[in-house]
């Protein structure tokens, strides 16, 4: 491999000649060789965004020539079509404010800038991290790429999966069945019904992350090294975040006490929360449907499931419910994460959280999982259940709950009697209730309608 020489403030290094980082970049390289998680590329995209619009502010404020500031946005350009992918190689477990990615993008910025001019134009700390701090330009790229990663993935595949709910509610209107509680059966339910606690949860859990936006919109930027935003001209803040919302084609603001931004997490807490919440609906209704589904002889079998593939290596025939048990393992990551997002972000001493790329890169997988899961079980399984009206049928007419029917003409504890009697003799609660004298034949039929009692 060739190599050239890179400088920076603790002397020379060797770099890789292909790759545009340099002195800092390879020092972290060199310096964290720790596992095999890097830095997301939500992040890199991000910082791609951020880094355009500092230029263009600082350009704005007469702060950076227009030259200087065209090879920073054309360099931002090539990192957000993929053109520079391969130069943003380092690791999560590294400085806890981010400061040696923020110096990555500085240096891949500043020294593609110069291959691309001709000439040594651009310095990395001097022009591309014009106005910035690696203490605010990190929580900031945090923002961009949580809010971005909400509005365009995650909230897009929830209405996908919402609007399979609404699809199903109305193919299944008419079906009753047996309700179930503690496990147990209970009183009738529609399977329309069933459903709209589903689609329920779904947009519930879409309100919450959309009420997490708004602290997401704002920008730690131009609070510099502490919050107190040295070395930033006034408006830096201002006029960088309203660049960004231009660039991403929603709004961003600048935070108004920039102390809190770069301290605190709270943001990104609250915002996992909500996909916590959907992490635990999310489970709810995939053991819904799986459980729905078991059999197809020995379970409840009232979902005929999608058949995707062969479930079982010895058992000729078997076809397991995999979309379920995958987003129920997704399910399990994101809640992980949340425990270690809420102590990463406990962990805010004095002026600064050093915790951050964990933090981010455990939200983005989250998102990241989250989207694709409800993308997958959606595509895979839910667009394709149907129920067994056979057995849900044949599963309502067996409810001993069905007795609940009768209370108001026999009285609870009759009625509880009716119920035990059934099913210490097998028979049906028609013959337990005439057996004990409650009601008549005639009587009985007259008030015993399970299909009414939805």
């Known amino acids: 491999m060739d190599y050239r020489i890179e400088r920076d403030s603790m002397g020379e290094i060797r770099v890789p000649a292909d790759r545009c980082w340099g002195a ?15 830095i997301p590329e939500e992040m890199i995209s991000a910082f791609a965004i951020l880094k355009k619009a500092a230029a263009q502010a600082n350009r704005s404020l007469g702060s950076l020539d227009d030259r200087r500031a065209g090879w920073i946005e054309t360099v931002c350009e090539e990192i957000l079509a ?14 806890g404010s981010g400061t040696q ?95 709209s606690g589903w689609r329920g949860m779904l947009e519930k859990d879409r309100e919450m992350l959309r ?35 231009v660039l991403t084609g929603t709004r961003f603001v600048t935070a108004e006490n920039k102390f809190q931004a770069l301290s605190s997490k709270d ?18 209704l995939a053991n819904d449907v799986r459980w729905l589904g078991s059999g197809p ?55 600064l959280n050093v915790f951050m790329p964990v933090l981010i890169y455990d939200f983005l997988q989250s998102l990241r999982l989250l989207t694709d899961s409800i993308r997958s079980f959606d ?27 009768l209370s ?9 009697r009716t119920a035990k009697k059934a099913y210490q003799e097998e028979i049906s609660l028609r013959e337990a209730c005439l057996s004990l004298g409650y009601l008549t034949a005639e009587r009985f039929d007259e008030v015993f309608h399970p299909e009414e009692m939805v």
């Open 211 to 245: 009420a997490a936006l708004p602290y997401l919109r704002e920008l730690a930027l131009g609070g510099t090294a502490v919050g107190t935003g040295l070395n930033a001209p006034k408006d830096f803040g201002r006029l960088a975040a309203e660049a960004v919302s």
């Open 267 to 284: 943001a990104l807490v609250f915002a996992h929360g909500a996909m916590k919440a959907l992490a635990a609906d999310l489970m709810k």
């Open 297 to 351: 002889r020995c379970g409840l079998g009232e979902l005929f499931l999608p058949e995707n593939e062969p479930g079982s290596s010895i058992m000729p025939g078997k076809v397991n419910p995999t979309q379920c048990e995958s987003v129920t393992m997704v399910a399990v990551q994101v809640m992980g994460n949340d425990a270690a997002i809420g102590f990463a972000a406990s962990q805010g001493n004095f002026q």
């Open 24 to 38: 800092q970049t390879e020092r972290s390289l060199e310096n964290f060789r720790i596992g095999t998680e890097k």
């Open 82 to 95: 993929g053109r520079l992918d391969g130069n943003f190689p380092l690791a999560v477990w590294q400085t």
């Open 101 to 195: 990615s923020n110096m990555n993008l500085n240096e891949v910025i500043a020294n593609r800038g110069n291959a691309l001019a001709g000439e040594k134009l651009l310095h990395p700390n001097d022009h591309v991290n014009m106005s910035q701090s690696s203490n605010d330009t990190f929580p900031t790229a945090m923002h961009i790429a949580a809010v971005l990663g909400i509005e365009r993935q995650l909230l897009p595949a929830i209405g996908g999966l919402i609007e399979t709910c609404h699809r199903l509610e109305e193919e299944n209107t008419g079906i009753v069945k047996s309700g179930r509680t503690h496990l147990q059966d209970a009183v009738p339910i529609s399977f329309s019904q069933e459903i």
């Open 408 to 416: 108001p003409y026999i009285g609870y504890e009759n009625a509880a």
């Open 379 to 405: 595509r895979n399984c839910m667009r394709g259940i149907r129920p067994n009206r056979r057995k849900m049928e044949e599963n309502l007419r067996r409810s001993l709950m069905l007795v609940t029917a």
